[in-house]
């Protein structure tokens, strides 16, 4: 952690003993000893090489140097404060929107039933779908989630598998009966097949 940041973590400290008009009363209301309000202040003057406050017996006063700091962070403690609810918001109930993005055949089969279900589970999530059999750069579309199928790449990206996929080759009865029924997978190339084929990929053998 850097001087800087070190001095920011200390001035709603500050602030507070200055709202509180005492080391004592700050601590009540931080819930901490008045001896670690005290030292956290003497290293807050530590990092900047001069003293923040004037102390007597009777009252705490602004140093020069303590007035600037206290005018310069005037919202910092509201601001941290909204910060920390806004993480525990997060971290409690997930929110935002979600892009994901899969193969068509895939997406309408598996994904669209289920997305009732996320739905009421996460109420307050809105949910992209992207359906696309071709290749898809997920941060320039800046995609979340995506179903692919086979290996993946050297990449930075997390993957886990979800399940298992198999291909076959089907006939009709009638076709068979016209062109006959290979008996090894050598044959097909003689045979009329309908070929699954994308722009990043052809499956042809």
Same mark, same amino acid.
């Given at each position: 952690?850097?001087?800087?940041?070190?001095?920011?973590?200390?001035?709603?400290?500050?602030?507070?003993?200055?709202?509180?008009?005492?080391?004592?009363?700050?601590?009540?209301?931080?819930?901490?000893?008045?001896?670690?309000?005290?030292?956290?202040?003497?290293?807050?003057?530590?990092?900047?090489?001069?003293?923040?406050?004037?102390?007597?017996?009777?009252?705490?006063? *602004?140093?020069?140097?303590?007035?600037? $700091?206290?005018? @310069?962070?005037?919202?910092?403690?509201?601001? #941290?404060?909204?910060? !920390? %609810?806004?993480?525990?918001?997060?971290?409690?109930?997930?929110?935002?929107?979600?892009?994901?993005?899969?193969?068509?055949?895939?997406?309408?089969?598996? *994904?669209?039933?289920?997305?009732?279900? $996320?739905?009421? @589970?996460?109420?307050?999530?809105?949910?992209? #779908?992207?359906?696309? !059999? %071709?290749?898809?750069?997920?941060?320039?579309?800046?995609?979340?989630?995506?179903?692919?199928?086979?290996?993946?790449?050297?990449?930075?990206?997390?993957?886990?598998?979800?399940?298992?996929?198999?291909?076959?080759?089907?006939?009709?009865?009638?076709?068979?009966? #016209?062109?006959?029924?290979?008996?090894?997978?050598?044959?097909?190339?003689?045979?009329?097949?309908?070929?699954?084929?994308?722009?990043?990929?052809?499956?042809?053998?």
């Amino acid at each position: 952690m850097s001087i800087n940041q070190r001095i920011l973590s200390l001035l709603p400290l500050l602030h507070q003993v200055i709202e509180q008009g005492s080391f004592q009363q700050a601590a009540k209301q931080l819930h901490l000893p008045r001896s670690s309000v005290s030292k956290k202040i003497m290293q807050l003057e530590e990092l900047l090489g001069q003293p923040v406050l004037h102390r007597t017996t009777r009252q705490l006063r *602004l140093t020069d140097l303590g007035e600037e $700091l206290l005018s @310069l962070s005037h919202g910092l403690p509201t601001l #941290l404060t909204e910060i !920390d %609810s806004l993480l525990d918001s997060a971290q409690t109930t997930p929110s935002g929107t979600v892009r994901i993005s899969s193969a068509t055949l895939f997406g309408q089969q598996a *994904l669209i039933p289920e997305i009732k279900a $996320l739905r009421a @589970l996460y109420p307050n999530i809105t949910i992209q #779908l992207s359906f696309d !059999d %071709s290749f898809t750069d997920l941060i320039a579309q800046n995609i979340d989630i995506a179903i692919r199928v086979g290996h993946l790449p050297d990449s930075q990206q997390v993957a886990k598998i979800i399940g298992h996929k198999q291909r076959c080759f089907a006939a009709s009865p009638h076709y068979l009966s #016209l062109w006959g029924r290979p008996t090894h997978p050598k044959q097909l190339a003689q045979h009329q097949c309908i070929i699954f084929k994308t722009p990043s990929s052809t499956h042809n053998h």
